[in-house]
């Protein structure tokens, strides 16, 4: 025959479960240090980063896109770059180099450009609207020798 087994006062002794409120025995629960316990450290593949790499990284905005386009007579650049009111452009070209540069509230942008042709410094206009930069040069003409 099987008996089962019943929790009872006398199997409570060794059972885990035990009333704190009881002064009696609280003399006798032991508590183990926490350094007893074995731990293991978890170590993590170079997959995945912790939140503190991402915390040092600064967002950086996207460089503008910048578009050449040549034509018969005329060499058209197109620059997506928004944030820019369009008194803050500055366009300086010399023979066949176009330095660009603008200041916005909390940016400041920077480029310079070789030019595929050699252009007129004096002949440029330039159009912005929604973000969009547009400058047009006229090619210098070519003298045969």
């Known amino acids: 025959m099987s008996t089962k087994w019943r929790r009872n006062k006398k199997n409570q002794k060794g059972s885990s479960f035990r009333n704190l409120d009881e002064n009696k025995d609280r003399d006798n629960l032991r ?4 350094n ?3 731990t293991a450290k978890i170590t993590y593949s170079s997959n995945y980063r912790s939140s503190q ?12 896109l910048i578009d050449i386009f040549q034509e018969k007579d005329w060499i058209t650049l197109i620059i997506e770059i928004a944030g820019f009111n369009k008194e ?8 066949q180099k176009l330095t660009l540069s603008a200041k916005g509230n909390n940016q400041r942008y920077y480029k310079s450009l070789n030019l595929p042709k050699v ?16 400058i047009k040069l006229r090619k210098a003409k070519e003298v045969k020798s």
């Open 31 to 34: 508590i183990p240090h926490l």
């Open 36 to 38: 007893t316990f074995n």
């Open 53 to 64: 790499f991402y915390n040092k990284r600064k967002w950086k905005s996207p460089s503008p």
């Open 88 to 95: 803050t452009f500055k366009i300086h070209v010399k023979d």
């Open 119 to 134: 252009v007129i410094p004096n002949e440029i206009s330039t159009k912005y609207n929604n973000g969009v930069l547009q």
